[in-house]
């Protein structure tokens, strides 16, 4: 089945500091692969996408490369802000089923990567 | 409009109380799905629509019982829960066509969720 494995959190940074938050992931097929982020007390807000190999999905500074041959995502920010400590997921999305003549794919998080700058 | 609406904000409920969560999008997604939450972990798949009907039961107790109306709403009747039931109850949709893997899902802000 389809996994997705995150550096183990919480992450603490200096403000400008450059961030690096490790994701791989297993599955089969091709998947799309996403970047969610989950400010307190909110949903979650898609960050960034990927949906084929080699492709870079950047927003708000940060940026995240389809890596398939080491099967990786891994997000970056060359220069972090105390506005952006949040929960980090990485996740991909594949194929699952059909319903109603078209498909879906089910969406697979990783266990998110806690991150907090500090002044 | 391309928000995932979620009402209410915060639900404080006992054990012996029948209440329901809304959620509401008109971004024309066929797809919508119901996650619990636990704090600081990843969100748990509970419910998925596809079309208006139930696809995915992932195992949710009877307590937990779906509804879509239609297209737009999706609903979460619960009766008799648990305190460990107590999470953020997140909503969200998505598009559903052949093309769908490659767009994530938009989630809505959520429901906090406390079983006294």
């Known amino acids: 089945g389809n996994s997705v494995t995150q550096m183990e959190g919480p992450v603490t940074l200096s403000e400008e500091a450059f961030l690096t938050i490790n994701c791989t992931y297993t599955a089969t097929g091709y998947p799309s692969l996403f970047w969610y982020v989950q400010y307190p007390g909110e949903g979650l807000q898609l960050l960034l996408k990927?949906?084929?190999?080699?492709d870079k999905g950047s927003n708000k500074g940060f940026e995240a490369t389809y890596r398939k041959e080491t099967t990786s995502f891994h997000l970056e920010k060359g220069s972090v802000q105390v506005s952006d400590s949040a929960v980090y997921f990485c996740?991909?999305?594949?194929?699952?089923?059909?319903?109603?003549?078209?498909?879906?794919?089910?969406?697979?998080f990783g266990q998110g990567t806690i991150l907090t700058v500090h002044p | 409009d391309t928000e995932v609406t979620q009402t209410p904000k915060h639900l404080v409920m006992g054990m012996t109380n029948k209440k329901s969560l809304k959620c509401e999008q008109h971004?024309?997604?066929?797809?919508m799905y119901w996650y619990k939450q636990k704090a600081k972990k990843p969100p748990e798949l509970m419910f998925v629509?596809?079309?208006?009907?139930?696809?995915i039961n992932e195992s949710v107790p009877s307590r937990f019982s779906p509804e879509c109306p239609n297209s737009s709403l999706l609903n979460l009747h619960l009766h008799a829960l648990q305190p460990e039931d107590s999470a953020l109850y997140l909503c969200?949709?998505?598009?559903?066509?052949?093309?769908?893997?490659?767009?994530?899902?938009?989630f809505g802000s959520g429901t906090r969720l406390t079983v006294v």
């Open positions: 629509y596809s079309y208006e009907k139930l696809s």
């Open positions: 996740a991909l999305r594949s194929k699952l089923g059909s319903a109603g003549g078209t498909s879906y794919g089910k969406l697979t």
């Open positions: 990927a949906t084929k190999a080699d």
């Open positions: 969200a949709s998505s598009q559903e066509s052949v093309q769908a893997i490659n767009y994530g899902y938009t």
């Open positions: 971004m024309g997604h066929r797809a």
